[in-house]
């Protein structure tokens, strides 16, 4: 039998290595907002480095885990969250009172309100996907959380101009996937939404309807970056240094000097 992926070991380097998901593309492709790198992928994948845990991302994870109904446990493994009076460090206080905010709210708890971690698998562009959903309402929508520093900010992309957090950062991509995958295992496509909750001191909250032709752009992306994602993942083939990210500069061998217009040459 082959390997069964559960949510225990959604997360694990194998269940990485048999399936290909949002946040893996996004390692390879990058998004308008954050550089991709192939070797930092590969490295991910073979289980040579690990992201560092930042601040933000664990009070992203955080407000996730009380939506879960396991911030209890939460809280246990993360220890690093609290001060040495056994008191919530501030920015945990700050998510505490986001979660609050976001409880006074009857269309983000109704949006909210669906099965949690719902993980479903398929296939597409040549490689089995999986996901997992923060609310999924079978039949009717897909709903993911967002805890981000602000929601009207936009992103500059050059060539491009402005754009809105979601697609600066990629969760159009996150939203095609879903949709389609959701859609082969029940043949029906769901409208996508992000709940979305800003950390500004006066906390902003929305559920966004991300349009299916947002959708259908992002899923036009990733078919063209999946072959060689593909060929680099599993046949062989080098994978493309960005010399930018942390395993990168951690793994770069110098070659010669360099000049001073080779230091902005990834602006």
Known sequence: MGFQLTSENYYSDIANYEYMSVSQFKDFAGTYGKLG???????????????????????GSYVDAFYEGTLDKFKADNPEMFKRDGELKATFQKA?????????????????????????????FGSKWKIKMDSYHPGRAIVDLKYMQSLTKFGYVPDIGYLDFVRYWGYDI????????????????????????????????????IHDNYLEEALHIVESRMPRILDVKYNGVVPDRCEQCIWCRDTKVLQGPIGIGDLTASL
């Open 174 to 209: 996150q939203g095609a996937i879903y949709q389609e995958i959701v859609r082969q295992n029940t043949g029906k496509k769901l409208p996508f939404y992000i709940a979305g909750i800003s950390k500004e001191e006066a906390m902003n909250i929305e559920v966004i309807y």
């Open 37 to 59: 790198c192939e070797a930092c992928a590969m490295a991910k994948i073979r289980g040579q480095y690990k992201e560092p845990e930042r601040t933000a991302l664990l009070e």
């Open 96 to 124: 505490d009172r986001a979660i609050e905010r976001s409880l006074r709210d009857p269309l983000f708890q109704e949006y909210m309100s669906g099965e949690k971690q719902v993980i479903m698998t398929g296939e597409l």
